[in-house]
């Protein structure tokens, strides 16, 4: 089996571009006949199911694939058709006349030039060809169009992003949004609300963004990566706001509604944030995120960084701070992990206070390497306010002097940690139900003959595999 393998793949590599490229247009051509189905039957699942091959697709993209499509499929009409074959052109390529075909065949033509534009750093040219589709995208107002307008303004809001000029995309974002929601389009809403929140926290416009959030509504009936991306975003936004439980929540249902199989850069830069908030929490995280073979290389630093608050070692943890500043700043988690200082000594305190009875200020400072006695009694007095530790602080003689350390079980710390269990367990259940999703038409009429109720069945079984192998092509 092995050895056919080896052939096959030798077979396909032997191939000539030429025929590749005849391949991938015959794959195209039958996409667009499913958009085609869609238009006609009004049926927006048929054009999902072509979305969800985009990220197959822009991978066999090239000048030639994309130059005869344009010729094929766009109309002489179409005002930006001239650029678009300036974009790719092909000396080799037939004149053909266009096919007459509808809106949405000709803006996903006009998207599969945007994105090879942007997978091949054709930054300059992909704004002006962003802007052409989106000005298209905004002159139709068909429920058929609503999941393929969403995803070109993905990659409209991700070329002004490559350019460095985010800030720019944003009043046209804001305006498409209100039209979304009156126009009660729940995939629109869900990727512009997100993209208008990736636009505030890129700029570090954390109220504006808080702002937009209270002012706006999030569709209950948005896709599963729409969600997690909406979390995330949630989760970062509540952390910089010191507000690190609804954060904590957050960020755990945004890694439970991601692919599972796939989006791994997107789970990678969740855990490390959820890293930092359950440290901040005063929280240890589980050994297993740590060990996850997607995540266990990515998440060495912020591994060093939970030891280093464990042991309330102030020392490891601005070594560690200084060797991975950078990655810190360019993962934007740098000015959360800079508030893990009084954790690391609260930890400190905390295992100097179980393992004396009674020491000086002095040596309480050294262990955690204060500048003087007089930090350490400030900072124990803090922490005895605060509840982390029983002690008294003899400020003439300059001692602490632990008390002896309670019942947990005569406490209500138990009530509080089976309440936040089950509390888990219901919103867990809570998210699986409002999840839940069935093929359409499934109250079909009973007096159907058997050859409708075959193909009926068979339509249903075909989405139901679709939504079982969702994949996300997307994710940040």
Do not use: W
Request: net charge neutral.
């Amino acid at each position: 089996a092995e050895e056919a393998d080896v052939e096959m793949k030798d077979t396909e590599a032997a191939k000539p571009q030429s025929e590749i490229d005849a391949l991938t247009v015959e794959d195209i051509k039958d996409h667009i006949g499913i958009i085609e189905k869609s238009v006609v039957n009004k049926e927006p699942r048929f054009v999902l199911r072509v979305l969800r091959q985009l990220a197959s697709t822009r991978k066999r993209l090239n000048d030639a694939v994309l130059n005869q499509l344009i010729k094929t499929y766009i109309s002489d009409t179409y005002e930006f058709k001239g650029s678009l074959l300036g974009y790719f052109p092909c000396s080799d390529s037939k004149d053909e006349k266009p096919h007459a075909r509808s809106v949405l065949t000709e803006i996903y033509v006009h998207l599969l030039g945007l994105i090879s534009l942007l997978d091949n750093n054709r930054i300059n040219d992909s704004i002006p060809c962003a802007q052409a589709l989106i000005n298209r995208v905004m002159s139709v107002n068909k429920p058929t169009m609503h999941l393929l307008g969403a995803r070109c303004f993905f990659y409209y809001s991700r070329a002004f992003e490559m350019a460095g000029r985010l800030h720019e995309a944003r009043t046209l974002l804001h305006g498409r949004l209100r039209t979304s929601t009156l126009r009660h389009d729940s995939e629109g809403q869900a990727m512009l609300l997100n993209l208008l929140l990736r636009n505030y926290i890129h700029y570090n416009l954390y109220e504006q963004a808080e702002k937009l959030i209270s002012k706006t509504t999030f569709p209950e009936n948005a896709n599963n990566n729409e969600s997690a991306r909406y979390l995330f975003y949630l989760g970062k936004i509540k952390a910089t706001q010191l507000d690190y439980s609804e954060a904590f929540k957050n960020l755990n249902q945004a890694i439970r509604k991601a692919p599972q199989n796939a989006a791994i850069g997107f789970k990678q830069a969740a855990t490390k944030l959820l890293v930092v908030v359950q440290l901040l929490l005063g929280e240890v995280p589980e050994r297993h995120i740590f060990r996850d073979q997607h995540l266990r290389l990515s998440l060495q630093p912020y591994l060093q960084l939970t030891q280093a608050v464990l042991a309330g070692d102030l020392g490891k943890f601005s070594t560690v701070l200084e060797r991975y500043s950078d990655k810190f700043m360019k993962e934007g988690t740098m000015t959360l992990i800079n508030r893990l200082r009084h954790n690391v000594i609260k930890t400190g305190i905390k295992s100097v206070a179980l393992s004396y009875s009674r020491i000086s200020l002095a040596d309480v400072a050294d262990k955690l390497q204060l500048d003087s006695p007089e930090d350490a009694e400030y900072i124990i007095a803090k922490a005895i306010h605060d509840g982390v530790i029983e002690a008294t602080i003899d400020h003439e003689k300059g001692y602490m002097q632990s008390n002896d350390s309670a019942n947990v079980y005569g406490t209500n710390e138990p009530l509080k940690a089976y309440h936040e269990r089950i509390r888990f367990c219901l919103d867990i259940h809570n998210h699986s139900i409002k999840a839940m999703r069935f093929p359409p038409k499934s109250y079909n009429d009973n007096l159907e003959d058997a050859q409708k109720q075959r193909e009926r069945e068979q339509q249903d079984l075909e989405y139901a595999k679709e939504i079982a192998e969702e994949e996300d092509d997307g994710m940040l």
